[in-house]
């Protein structure tokens, strides 16, 4: 086989299917925002300083939990539904003669390529929206204090780290 042919067809697959991988692409980068953004205010070191900062922190550390939970159970979810409407494509490689281990090959550049258009995807946007997010959460909070909003690398490996593991869980099952 030539060097990038199953590079090549995992991404004419992606295109191909486009109206079952958008969905799923969506959904992939809006958790991978909401986490982002929700640890980046959690672990935001102004927000120690505000009155009631340590609950806070508290309690958005508890809803990153649970917003990576239920990102893990939406993403098998959505990923088992696509692969349930691929079956008969997955069946045609299979009968024209690809092996088991080549499709497997197929689906994991497939695999590799939404997620690292799923993580590009939602990191920017998280970083672009959270600035917005820890406004609003000034906003409500009534605080008075200057505080400022900065990129939190720590959060994006934590995300990285999260929707990776994740990922490498869907692509076992």
């Known amino acids: ?3 990038f042919f199953y590079g090549r067809l995992a991404i004419s697959n992606i295109k191909k299917n486009g109206k079952s991988y958008v969905p799923y692409m ?3 980068i809006f ?7 929700m640890l980046a205010i959690t ?11 340590m609950h806070l922190q508290t309690i958005m550390g508890f809803g990153c939990g649970v917003v990576g939970v239920f ?10 539904f696509l692969i ?14 690809m092996a088991k281990q080549n499709i497997g090959k197929m689906m994991f550049l497939e695999t590799v390529f ?3 258009i799923s993580l590009i995807a939602g ?21 008075k204090i200057p505080m400022e909003y900065v990129f939190s690398t720590d959060a994006a490996l934590t995300t990285l780290g999260l929707f990776g593991g994740i990922f490498a869980v869907v692509l076992l099952c």
């Open 1 to 3: 086989m030539r060097k």
């Open 26 to 28: 969506l959904t992939c």
């Open 31 to 37: 958790s991978i925002m909401f986490f982002y953004i």
């Open 43 to 53: 672990l935001n070191p102004d927000v120690k300083l505000m009155f009631g900062g």
């Open 71 to 80: 990102s893990a159970i939406f993403l098998f979810y959505t990923n088992s």
């Open 84 to 97: 349930k409407t691929r079956k008969k494509e997955i069946a045609l490689f299979n009968i024209l003669g």
């Open 114 to 116: 939404t997620l690292l």
């Open 123 to 143: 990191l920017l946007s998280g970083a672009i929206l959270g600035k917005l997010a820890f406004l609003v959460v000034l906003k409500i909070l009534q605080v």
